[in-house]
């Protein structure tokens, strides 16, 4: 696959979890750098967690 390709490529991945994110109710896209999807749990566990964080507190105030 050519670089161009290859950009191409990401970037229609990059729509459709942006897309993805926005079809549901409190939907959130969130970009990390340098963090690739396979590993994203073992290169920025940090961030994994606040994510879940940010979830239980929004799921408890709905309540």
Known sequence: MSEEQMRAAHAGIHA???AMAA???Q????ELEGASHQYLHVEQPDAIVHAI??????AAKQQ
């Open 27 to 30: 939907g959130e896209h969130r």
């Open 16 to 18: 459709m979890h942006v």
């Open 23 to 25: 079809s549901v109710p």
């Open 53 to 58: 964080r940010d979830l239980l507190a929004k």
